[in-house]
């Protein structure tokens, strides 16, 4: 319910909008309006300026070194197809999928969840019939026991009314978890057993490059920039004369043809990724690991996350990539997900030398505890490596070796979600004559408003126009600001309580007599009255 009124918010007011949408809309793709690109380049650059530009020079626990250099890069988002082969995405990075042979429609395996139960089915002449017992399913949603409730009455022809002759067992499940499929009733299908088995789907959007091109000039929209980072290593530490440890940071558009992109913005085809990699020698990578895990965290709840709703989950060891000794995600409860479950925001991997050593010697793979070259069954390598020496020769300790790597890797647009979820508030307000009101207000951290300050002449005569446009346009040389004369103040107010704009300036009568201006804040709602010249100042200590 929260859920579709911040959606409905985010189209009202120019946060985001459906790609496409004069024609029907684009699944799984979105355009920020005016006001989403704001919030989230403010996202993106709250990321830059804090990971980057001024990042945080901690001495970590051990005493290992604790300064460290962080670069930027961007790189392209088409890259030679080895690239994939050898980090493993063109042969494992895939998803399972399910399609239903009634609908058409195709799901991930593992977001198919269902219950089992057992009803009476109306025949045609309205009289039930005898028991069936079936699994009936849907897609996760922000009620998962409801949306199941509503398939089954419908697969029994059964009314609401009836709700309680439905016999629920067991709890909530993935279809995974089931033998075979001949009980399930799909999430968008009349018959049960209409399900496929699981198939193996590549998630990498393939194009052809060149005019004349065939399928042998294929290549892929990149899934993830971190191979843009890891190929670039050599360039990076040869033209910036970087010691380890240091990172190398980029923001950039990822593409993956996800099987059920779904819940807004959290799961797109295409979308914004803010990745870290930083090399550090393997005797420190547990260290660095827990710095970053650590550091990340606290970066979300710095920028106005509640701590209530985030959780920094460790994964198990059947979790990790079978080159990683540790990875965390962050979570956060988004409020699409059922109650009390998590989505992704952010996660952070420690990859040890797996990517670098494939970009040198070809694809890995593990066997036993070593990761090995894979072979084809002639002996011969599956993909080569680039053969380049990726290697970094430490010329105090002289000491070469091949840097392990900690990837925190964040989504921006999840984030960005995040944001926007956490900040939306209602409460009740009094208006001009005394009557309580509800009003929506968006809680932004002021770092990441997409306004920082509206100008608003109280009415539109009396030199109060010319007055305000005045002290707009040098508070524009400082923030982001925005200029309103229409319609009654209040409303005006509300306008931008709504999209999340933390402070706003009024110009009045007494402004022409003593060049004071009222600034009233969005969440306490109290106003106070200083001089025009003050503002810039006060503006910038309350920022
Ligand atoms: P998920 O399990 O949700 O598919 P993932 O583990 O595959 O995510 P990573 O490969 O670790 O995700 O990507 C790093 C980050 O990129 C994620 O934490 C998320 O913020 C973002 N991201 C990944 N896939 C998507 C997507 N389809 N839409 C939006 N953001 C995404």
């Excluded at 985010?10 to 949408?21: P, T």
Aim: charged fraction near 30%; charge should be negative.
């Amino acid at each position: 319910m929260q859920m579709e009124q911040i959606v409905a918010l985010c189209k009202r007011r120019g946060f985001l909008f459906q790609s496409s949408e004069i024609y029907g809309g684009l699944n799984g793709f979105w355009d920020y309006g005016p006001l989403g690109v704001l919030l989230k380049r403010n996202v993106k650059d709250a990321w830059w300026n804090d990971m980057i530009t001024s990042h945080n020079e901690l001495v970590i626990s051990n005493g290992a070194p604790g300064t460290y250099d962080m670069t930027g890069l961007d790189s392209s988002i088409i890259m030679h197809p080895q690239v994939w082969k050898c980090s493993g995405h063109y042969d494992l990075f895939h998803d399972y999928m399910v399609d239903c042979r009634e609908s058409k429609k195709r799901y991930r395996y593992d977001h198919v969840i269902g219950r089992f139960v057992t009803a009476k089915k109306r025949g045609e002449d309205g009289k039930p019939s005898t028991e069936i017992r079936i699994f009936v399913t849907t897609i996760e949603t922000e009620n998962t026991q409801s949306a199941l409730e509503d398939a089954a009455l419908k697969f029994f022809a059964l009314r609401k009314k009836d709700t309680e002759t439905l016999k629920w067992e067991g709890t909530i499940q993935s279809i995974a978890t089931l033998p075979d499929f001949n009980e399930v009733l799909a999430p968008d299908a009349k018959h049960i057993g209409t399900l496929t088995q699981p198939r193996e789907f590549n998630l990498m959007f393939k194009t052809i490059i060149g005019a004349l091109g065939n399928d042998d000039d294929a290549a892929f929209l990149r899934p993830e920039t971190a191979q843009g980072i890891f190929v670039n290593f050599k360039n990076v530490c040869d033209c910036m004369r970087v010691r380890v440890p240091f990172g190398i940071a980029q923001v950039g558009k990822s593409f993956r043809n996800e099987i059920t992109p779904r819940n807004f913005t959290f799961r797109s085809r295409e979308f914004e990724q803010m990745e870290i990699e930083f090399f550090c020698h393997p005797s420190q990578s547990a260290e660095w690991y827990k710095y970053w895990r650590d550091y990340r965290f606290a970066w979300y709840i710095k920028l106005g996350l509640a701590n209530e709703r985030l959780q920094l989950r460790e994964h198990n060891a059947d979790e990790l990539s079978h080159y990683s000794c540790g990875t965390a995600d962050i979570e956060y409860q988004f409020p699409f997900l059922p109650q009390g479950e998590y989505g992704e925001l952010e996660g952070i991997a420690h990859r040890g030398d797996f990517d670098l050593r494939s970009h040198i010697e070809g694809k890995l793979v593990k066997e036993g505890e070593q990761l090995v070259l894979e072979k084809l069954p002639n002996n011969q390598p599956k993909y080569r490596g680039s053969g380049k020496d990726l290697s970094y020769y430490d010329d105090l300790t002289k000491e070469r070796y091949i840097p392990h790597v900690i990837e925190p890797s964040a989504g921006a647009d999840r984030a960005t979600l995040a944001f926007l979820c956490e900040a939306y508030n209602v409460d009740s307000v009094p208006d001009e004559k005394g009557q309580l009101q509800e009003r929506v207000y968006l809680k932004f951290h002021p770092r990441i408003a997409p306004i920082k300050v509206a100008v608003f002449p109280l009415v539109k005569k009396d030199g109060m126009p010319e007055a305000a446009t005045e002290i707009y346009s040098e508070l524009k040389k400082n923030f982001s600001a925005f200029y309103d004369d229409k319609g009654a103040v209040g409303r005006r107010y509300r306008r931008q309580d709504e999209i999340g704009t933390p402070f706003c300036v009024t110009i009045d009568g007494q402004t022409l007599q003593d060049e004071t201006i009222t600034l009233r804040d969005r969440d306490s709602l109290k106003q106070i009255r200083l001089k025009k010249n003050e503002l810039v100042t006060e503006l910038k200590n309350r920022l």
